[in-house]
T-cell receptor, first 114, second 109 residues
Framework: ETGVTQTPRHLVMGMTNKKSLKCEQHLGHNAMYWYKQSAKKPLELMFVYNFKEQTENNSVPSRFSPECPNSSHLFLHLHTLQPEDSALYLC?????????????FGPGTRLTVL | GQNIDQPTEMTATEGAIVQINCTYQTSGFNGLFWYQQHAGEAPTFLSYNVLDGLEEKGRFSSFLSRSKGYSYLLLKELQMKDSASYLCAVMDSNYQLIWGAGTKLIIKP
């Protein structure tokens, strides 16, 4: 596999469910990102990991919990979500955070919260 | 606050030229990116400008004026496959990307 992959591509969950989104990058990068993309709104940066350390948490509610076990893998654990959390969740990676580096995106997980 | 403005939607004809504008107000500037995103797909990198002027890459060109807080993406010889959303993003003083809401480009035959 090449590039940035995300699973699942689509997810429907109830407000009481617990689920996890997975991201994997095969580019040898050291920084990984979670973004939320809602219709007709700018991408919202949620979390940044640089060399497995979380360097950014943009006031994201605690019902979203990230995990970065190594530089190639990133998870977003979801619990007790709200309908307004329905969106496309994009993962990205770059060589490093904190300096100019092009970000490479995965195809996203389309999340629907009922 | 930080703000990126770009038109919500534009329509153009196959074979023609279209210019998508982006204006920005950010805390610091470390470059401006353009990304293309087809429906249901990942955003993909098109261009990066950090100095004033025009950068040309095949049918696509990107222009930057830092003093005006302005950029545009120019697409020539439009093809149907160019129908997509085009995202403008500025890297601020903390090297974080601040994104615009994207411009949906519709190409008609």
């Amino acid at each position: 596999e090449t590039g940035v992959t995300q699973t699942p591509r689509h997810l429907v969950m109830g407000m009481t469910n617990k689920k996890s989104l997975k991201c994997e990058q095969h580019l040898g990068h050291n920084a990984m990102y979670w973004y939320k993309q809602s219709a007709k709104k700018p991408l919202e940066l949620m979390f940044v990991y640089n060399f497995k350390e979380q360097t950014e948490n943009n006031s994201v509610p605690s019902r979203f919990s990230p995990e970065c076990p190594n530089s190639s893998h990133l998870f977003l654990h979801l619990h007790t979500l709200q309908p307004e959390d329905s969106a496309l969740y994009l993962c990205a990676s770059s060589q490093e955070a904190g300096e100019y580096n092009e970000q490479f995106f995965g195809p996203g997980t389309r999340l629907t919260v009922l | 606050g930080q703000n990126i403005d770009q038109p919500t939607e534009m329509t153009a004809t196959e074979g023609a030229i279209v210019q998508i504008n982006c204006t920005y107000q950010t805390s610091g500037f470390n470059g401006l990116f353009w990304y293309q995103q087809h429906a249901g797909e990942a955003p993909t990198f098109l261009s990066y400008n950090v100095l004033d002027g025009l950068e040309e890459k095949g049918r696509f060109s990107s222009f930057l004026s830092r003093s005006k807080g302005y950029s545009y993406l120019l697409l020539k010889e439009l093809q149907m496959k160019d129908s997509a959303s085009y995202l403008c993003a500025v890297m601020d003083s903390n090297y974080q990307l601040i994104w615009g809401a994207g411009t949906k480009l519709i190409i008609k035959p």
